[in-house]
């Protein structure tokens, strides 16, 4: 049984050697402790028999959009439903917040667009491109993908556009 629930301050150095390991692997950008520990309130911990399988945040970037981030599962427990419950508690988070809509950075648009995301410009989300990306090492060789989620109500989602700056 898969629980997924807020994020507790005992869970930092779990969560912190889980987006590690992916991050050491190329698949995700580092987050320090610090950072972890910053962001502690916005990140949703998924536990099976009470251990710490999968983690994920909800960044919210202004009144009408937030930023799934740092969504990692354990190699072991891959492929059992943990990264789209984390990510449907984000989303149910979003919703709460009345938010318009969610995207994602990701190397696996795959994953997201099985969760209802779509394709798009990363160029749709400016208070990220200026705000972060501008400062990440692979900012002029980014190979993530944009996707998003529109939460409004009868949202027509168009035609799925090409990723990238």
């Known amino acids: 049984m898969i629980c997924v629930e807020p994020a507790r301050l005992s869970d930092v150095a ?26 502690i309130r916005d990140f949703k911990v ?5 251990k710490l ?19 990692a599962v ?8 943990i990264g789209a419950a984390i990510v449907a508690a984000c989303i149910e988070d979003a919703k709460q917040f009345g ?3 969610v995207f994602a950075l990701t190397y696996k648009p795959g994953f997201f667009e ?10 749709e989300f400016p208070q990220k491109v200026w ?11 980014c190979k993530e993908v944009a996707v998003v ?3 409004r109500e009868g949202a027509d989602l168009g035609p799925a556009r090409v990723a990238g700056p």
């Open 14 to 39: 779990a969560i912190h050697e889980l987006v590690t390991f992916w991050a050491d692997r190329g698949d995700m950008l580092h987050r320090s402790p610090g950072e972890i520990f910053e962001a």
């Open 46 to 50: 998924a536990r099976v028999e009470g």
């Open 53 to 71: 399988v999968g983690c994920g945040s909800l960044r919210i970037m202004g009144t009408d959009l937030a930023e799934v981030r740092s969504l």
């Open 74 to 81: 354990r190699e072991d427990a891959q492929i059992r439903g």
């Open 99 to 101: 938010l318009d809509r």
């Open 114 to 123: 099985k969760q209802g995301f779509r394709i798009a410009n990363v160029m």
């Open 131 to 141: 705000g972060e990306c501008v400062r990440c090492p692979f900012f002029t060789n």
């Open 149 to 151: 989620l529109d939460l």
